[in-house]
T-cell receptor, first 112, second 116 residues
Framework: SQKIEQNSEALNIQEGKTATLTCNYTNYSPAYLQWYRQDPGRGPVFLLLIRENEKEKRKERLKVTFDTTLKQSLFHITASQPADSATYLCAPRSGGSYIPTFGRGTSLIVHP | EPEVTQTPSHQVTQMGQEVILRCVPISNHLYFYWYRQILGQKVEFLVSFYNNEISEKSEIFDDQFSVERPDGSNFTLKIRSTKLEDSAMYFC??????????????FGNGTRLTVT
């Protein structure tokens, strides 16, 4: 069956460092992959989309990579700030569908 | 910036009762979705809706669930006879197109449903 795996343990880093979050998927080949941010008690907020033919995408302090051979996407936040503390969700487009399927997310905690 | 709004923010109901969760999608969007998130778990797809009909649904979306767009602005999720396991946060989302390649989902802030 199709699986999306994100680190279940929270990632704790110091302010100013780069946070790197991992998304691995198995048993399907998404045409694109989206990353969302979710704050407690709120709905997910779209951050970035990367297509299968793109290796890397950047937006301000955010960078996403997509390795279709490894079946992995990495999400980086450079110069992290306490306000970046949230859960980050990976959402590959599920095979044969336009519907994003979400991973469980990784909680990021940035300490001042 | 336009946003998806959901009401109520919290709904408490007794097992076996019907509930209707309401959403107002972004006005020029054409595709509408319901997702749910049980406490501590992932965001799960329930159903998508386009052109006044269901376009996709998951295994979770059984006969107890229905969706409707009763007018030009509202999009509703009805649960006919709630069960304890229906307790969750329900998120409505919309997108301008169904082609997810260029249409990320815009989510509301959810309705927390508690079934007692």
């Amino acid at each position: 069956s199709q699986k999306i795996e994100q680190n279940s343990e929270a990632l704790n880093i110091q302010e100013g460092k780069t946070a790197t979050l991992t998304c691995n998927y198995t048993n399907y080949s998404p045409a694109y992959l989206q990353w969302y941010r979710q704050d407690p008690g709120r709905g997910p907020v779209f951050l970035l989309l990367i297509r299968e033919n793109e290796k890397e995408k950047r937006k301000e302090r955010l960078k996403v990579t997509f390795d279709t051979t490894l079946k992995q996407s990495l999400f980086h936040i450079t110069a992290s700030q306490p306000a970046d503390s949230a859960t980050y969700l990976c959402a590959p487009r599920s095979g044969g569908s336009y519907i994003p399927t979400f991973g469980r997310g990784t909680s990021l905690i940035v300490h001042p | 910036e336009p946003e998806v709004t959901q009401t109520p923010s919290h709904q408490v109901t007794q097992m076996g009762q019907e509930v209707i969760l309401r959403c107002v999608p972004i006005s020029n969007h054409l595709y509408f979705y319901w997702y749910r998130q049980i406490l501590g778990q992932k965001v799960e797809f329930l159903v998508s809706f386009y052109n006044n009909e269901i376009s996709e649904k998951s295994e979770i979306f059984d006969d107890q669930f229905s969706v409707e767009r009763p007018d030009g602005s509202n999009f509703t999720l009805k649960i006919r006879s709630t069960k304890l396991e229906d307790s969750a946060m329900y998120f409505c989302a919309s997108s301008p197109r169904g082609d997810g390649d260029n249409s990320p989902l815009h989510f509301g802030n959810g309705t927390r449903l508690t079934v007692t």
